[in-house]
T-cell receptor
C-alpha cells in the first residue's frame, strides 16, 4: 500500500523515560513533518525535513529530536518524557512548495502517547 | 503571527447543506487546505485553494477570497458519515509550514 505509516500506534510510558516514534512514507515525497495534536484537538507543526535537511523547527523543547536517515523516513526521539507530552503525534509527508498543489500533506495514522 | 478562526461546533440534518467558515490572518499565503478528521483517525485531505473562487469536488466545495482572508467549505447532501472535525489550514513560507485552525466539529443528525 502507498501511504504514510507510523509505529507504534500506541505508546504508554512512565515519566522520565526516553522513547522513539518511527515514520515511513512510500509516496515519493521529499518533505516530511511531525505534528502534535493535544487533548483539545489542536494540530500544531513541530518539525519539517526536506531531503534529510531540517527546514522547520518550531518552538519545541530540545528534549524532542527528529532524525531523518533518508527522505522516506523521519523519526522522533523524545528524552525525559513529561506528563504534558501526552498527545497524538502525526507524521506527514508532501512535495516541497512549488508543484501547484502537489504540496498537499498526507498524514500517517498517528501515535497516541500517554505519559504516566 | 498566524491566526485562523473557525466555529467550534456545528449541527446539521442529514440530506441538508452546511457551510463551515474560516477566516485567517497570516504572514504570507501559499494556499488554503481543508482536511476532514474522524475521531481517532488521521486528518485526510479534502480540498486546496490558492486562487480566488470556488473549487468543486463531488459533494464538497471550497471557496477562497484572499483579499478578505476568508474561506468556506460547503458540504451538500449531508450523510451521517460526514460527522467529523473539519480543519482549515493555511500554507505559508518556503518550508511548507501548514498552520491549522482549531477545527469545526460537525454533527449530522437524522
Amino acid at each position: 500500500d502507498t501511504a504514510v505509516s507510523q509505529t507504534p500506534k500506541y505508546l504508554v510510558t512512565q515519566m522520565g523515560n526516553d522513547k522513539s516514534i518511527k515514520c515511513e512514507q512510500n509516496l515519493g515525497h521529499d518533505t516530511m513533518y511531525w505534528y502534535k495534536q493535544d487533548s483539545k484537538k489542536f494540530l500544531k507543526i513541530m518539525f519539517s525535513y526536506n531531503n534529510k535537511e531540517l527546514i522547520i523547527n518550531e518552538t519545541v523543547p530540545n528534549r524532542f529530536s527528529p532524525k531523518s536517515p533518508d527522505k522516506a523516513h523521519l523519526n522522533l526521539h523524545i528524552n525525559s518524557l513529561e506528563l504534558g507530552d501526552s498527545a497524538v503525534y502525526f507524521c506527514a509527508s508532501s512535495h516541497l512548495l512549488g508543484r501547484g498543489g502537489g504540496e498537499t500533506q498526507y498524514f500517517g495514522p498517528g501515535t497516541r502517547l500517554l505519559v504516566l | 503571527g498566524q491566526n485562523i478562526d473557525q466555529p467550534t461546533e456545528m449541527t446539521a440534518t442529514e440530506g441538508a447543506i452546511v457551510q463551515i467558515n474560516c477566516t485567517y490572518q497570516t504572514s504570507g499565503f501559499n494556499g488554503l487546505f481543508w482536511y476532514q478528521q474522524h475521531a481517532g483517525e488521521a486528518p485526510t485531505f479534502l480540498s486546496y485553494n490558492v486562487l480566488d473562487g470556488l473549487e468543486e469536488k463531488g459533494r464538497f466545495s471550497s471557496f477562497l477570497s484572499r483579499s478578505k482572508g476568508y474561506s468556506y467549505l460547503l458540504l451538500k447532501e449531508l450523510q451521517m458519515k460526514d460527522s467529523a472535525s473539519y480543519l482549515c489550514a493555511v500554507l505559508t513560507g518556503g518550508g511548507n509550514k501548514l498552520t491549522f485552525g482549531t477545527g469545526t466539529q460537525l454533527k449530522v443528525e437524522l
